[in-house]
């Protein structure tokens, strides 16, 4: 029988359920030292937030087959040293989404009619009515921005209360947000549209800082803003700043920057509510993530795939040799899209051609799925979870495989929104060979400039001379075209960032149509 061993505390209903796949142990506040001379006795490992699970311990763990955690997030485990153990990572993400949901809507009720500052008020001696004047919800605009787990079931409970939602969620199909009765728009419609705006995306490169000063001007001076998501989503200075101001009406924070947020400035605004990253904390919560994760370790143990693995089961080794390049040129190919031609995704095609339609292609569709979507999401998306990931924003998978059609021996092509983009390992080196019409030979890594324009004298040299003013180097140049003075193609491969107001003049030269900054792969990293 496998043996589990339990190392934080866990709801009863989540250790009945191990308890019926295995001989469960359950031990508290273990050091490193301690976890090492214990864990080669066992199969799985059961943690929550507490227990820090490091590549020593999952190097001791001789029998270790899974690791599981109570709650989200996965910070407290060393995932790639398990993954290089071939030891599944699971977690239980979607325990606690109504508990931070309804969270959500109850910093809407108390930034509406000031419920904390009146209780504060009344538990002084004061009975100031007057002073807390609030504000109905009925009839007014929610703005969500993410429109995933969480903010899914914010849209559903602000329906119910009779308010109008529309959300900003760049990865999300229209088809999906129609479930919900949501309108998309963009980021700047939302802000200056919204009564409310609450804010349930993770906090990745892409969202770092997302509500800043501009982005705070732009809503009205009467509006209310929530963050329950992660601290570093809003800038907390600009926020002070509005607070203080009168710019914004009020906000309410459940997460920070820096936690607990100590001399915050923010913490001493009469207009701004705060709570201690309490948003999964109840009850109910608490013993669903148990038994979630509970049920995902259960399943390892058992030899079959959990729903919710962060990261991904070893392929036999010669099979891996032969497929991972080619999963590394499909999520090149996949961000090159994305970076390119941008827009929602509901439908993601894959073609496999020649020697590569013999193989497991998971991995690559994997791949491509991470290149879309992993600039949007702070999840670990692999070949176990990816399909249930596209599926969850509404993304349909079409994959097909054929006997060669081109010169090469081997062929990815993906298709999104009338685009396609094309590639090959050439010497083993990865290469984007075709983009729509356009043949090219592109290396996917670095810092590209991509434009369309007409096919003229001038276009091209304009483009290099005002880089040169910026002193942005050209390191490599193609150009192709479908026809004679017709449509282009121009790729530069650059060796400096392009800024914004420089990509703004670029894309003001005479015939060009369309000119995108592209950045991939290590070396745009610097």
């Known amino acids: 029988m496998p043996r589990i061993l339990v190392a934080d505390p866990l709801a009863e209903d989540g250790l009945e359920r191990l308890r019926r796949a295995g001989e469960v142990t359950v031990v508290s506040k273990l050091g490193e030292a301690e976890l090492i001379r214990r864990i080669p006795d066992f199969d799985a490992l059961v943690v929550r937030s507490e227990t820090r699970v490091t590549a020593p311990i999952i190097e001791a763990g001789s029998k270790l087959r899974v690791v599981g955690r109570a709650g989200v997030g996965v910070d407290n485990i060393d995932v790639d040293a398990a993954t290089r153990k071939g030891i599944l990572v699971v977690n239980a993400p979607r325990g606690n989404i109504v508990a931070a949901a309804e969270h959500a809507i109850a910093l809407l009720f108390s930034l509406a009619r000031w419920v904390p500052q009146a209780d504060a008020s009344v538990k002084r001696g004061e009975w100031t009515r007057a002073k807390f004047i609030g504000t109905e919800i009925r009839g007014k605009t929610l703005g969500v921005i993410g429109l995933g787990n969480v903010g899914s079931e914010v849209a559903k409970r602000a329906h119910g209360l009779e308010m109008d939602v529309v959300a900003y969620d760049p990865v999300v199909s229209i088809e999906r947000a129609e479930l919900f009765n949501v309108a998309l728009i963009g980021l700047p419609e939302l802000l200056e549209q919204a009564d409310f705006v609450t804010v349930h995306v993770p906090l990745v490169d892409s969202n770092r800082n997302l509500i800043g000063a501009p982005e705070l001007a732009r809503m009205k001076p009467t509006a209310r ?267 530069l491969a650059v060796d400096d960032r392009v800024a914004p107001d420089l990509l703004t003049r670029l894309r003001e030269v005479g015939g060009m149509s369309d000119l995108r900054y592209v950045e991939l792969g290590n070396n745009s990293d610097g």
Do not use: W
Not at 346 to 365: C, K, M, Q
Not at 366 to 386: M, S, Y
Not at 469 to 485: C, K
């Open 225 to 491: 803003l929530i963050n329950t998501a992660r601290g570093g989503i809003v800038d907390e200075a600009a926020l002070c700043a509005a607070l203080q101001s009168g710019r914004l009406a009020a906000a309410a924070a459940d997460v920070f920057e820096v936690e607990p947020p100590g001399e915050n400035p923010l913490l001493a605004l009469p207009n701004f509510i705060a709570t201690p990253h309490i948003g999964a904390s109840t009850l109910e919560a608490q013993v669903s993530v148990a038994f979630d994760v509970a049920e995902e370790v259960a399943a390892v143990l058992a030899g079959d795939l959990p729903r919710f693995a962060v990261n991904a089961p070893a392929l036999p080794p010669e099979e891996l040799a032969y497929v991972r390049p080619f999963a590394e040129l499909t999520e090149r190919l996949a961000a090159l899209h994305g970076q390119l031609f941008g827009g929602r995704v509901s439908v993601l095609e894959l073609d496999f051609e020649g020697e590569l339609a013999d193989h497991d292609v998971n991995l690559l569709v994997a791949a491509a799925i991470k290149g879309l979507v992993q600039p949007f999401t702070e999840d670990r998306i692999n070949a176990v979870n990816a399909r249930l990931i596209a599926s969850n924003r509404g993304i349909k998978l079409v994959e097909r495989r054929s006997r060669s059609h081109s010169s090469y021996a081997s062929l990815v092509t993906l298709r999104m929104q009338g685009h396609e983009i094309a590639g090959t390992l050439l010497m083993g080196e990865p290469r984007a060979v075709r983009i729509d019409s356009f043949r090219v030979d592109l290396v996917p890594e670095g810092r590209f400039l991509v434009s369309r324009h007409e096919d003229r004298p001038g276009v091209v040299g304009m483009v290099g001379s005002i880089l040169g003013e910026h002193d942005v180097n050209i390191a490599s140049m193609q150009v192709g075209r479908d026809a004679p003075r017709g449509n282009a193609m121009m790729i």
